[in-house]
């Protein structure tokens, strides 16, 4: 089965902190990718990264990181010195065949992001 | 950029009426999507189509329809509108299977009445 699990509901952090948000999947295919998308106020995905299965490297985006885990199916994403304009809802998602055989995004319930000033 | 254009950011409606959310995207993908977000369940795929005039149904299909009738329009069609219903329904799209991310609207907050 394809699934996202994204434990923590809803985090709250100072201004300033790291935070790490956890993502663990399960998959049945062996060529699969990992998405991390964003959520704020006003409604709209905006994709963050896409991460393909054969690339394990972590990667580096100004303040935010991803660290891929093949061997414990994880994908975590970390904010380093966070700020308010962080807050916001963050999915992982799978991207994997359904069960009709069509690839589609499989998406984790959402971690809800609060950054206190 | 890709844009994708849901028709209303808000919209109420009665019980038992039909209803129509509108998504429109302007770079040719040939994928659309229809999602439901509710708190506490993340997105679930209503509805997805990957051309014209196809369709396949998601995870939640039951009490909706879709139209495509042109490649960059993907209509959802909520037959007879319940209190169920009341939800943030975003639509998406992409050029790839899946596999190069997807475009989302902006969402339509329904609220069935």
């Known amino acids: 089965a394809q699934k996202v699990t994204q434990a923590q509901t809803e985090i709250s952090v100072v201004e300033k902190e790291d935070v790490t948000l956890d993502c663990v999947y399960e998959t049945r295919d062996t060529t699969y990718y990992l998405f991390w998308y964003k959520q704020p106020p006003s409604g709209e995905l905006v994709f963050l990264i896409r991460?393909?299965?054969?690339?394990?490297q972590n990667e580096i985006s100004g303040r935010y990181s991803w660290n891929f885990q093949k061997s414990t199916s994880s994908f975590n994403f970390t904010i380093t010195a966070s700020q308010v304009v962080d807050s916001a809802v963050y999915f992982c998602?799978?991207?994997?065949?359904?069960?009709?055989?069509?690839?589609?995004?499989?998406f984790g319930t959402g971690t809800r992001l609060t950054v206190i000033p | 950029d890709v844009k994708v254009t849901q028709s209303s950011r808000y919209l109420v409606k009665r019980t038992g009426e039909k209803v129509f959310l509108e998504c429109v995207q302007d770079m040719d993908h040939e994928n659309m999507f229809w999602y439901r977000q509710d708190p506490g369940l993340g997105l679930r795929l209503i509805y997805f189509s990957y051309d014209v005039k196809m369709k396949e149904k998601g995870d939640i299909p039951e009490g909706y329809s879709v139209s495509r009738e042109k490649k960059e329009r993907f209509s959802l069609i909520l037959e007879s509108a319940s209190t169920n219903q009341t939800s943030m329904y975003l639509c998406?799209?992409?050029?790839?299977?899946?596999?190069?991310?997807?475009?989302f609207g902006s969402g339509t907050r329904l609220t069935v009445v």
């Open positions: 998602a799978l991207s994997g065949l359904d069960q009709t055989g069509a690839n589609n995004l499989f």
């Open positions: 998406a799209s992409s050029s790839g299977q899946g596999d190069y991310g997807y475009t």
């Open positions: 991460r393909n299965s054969f690339d394990e």
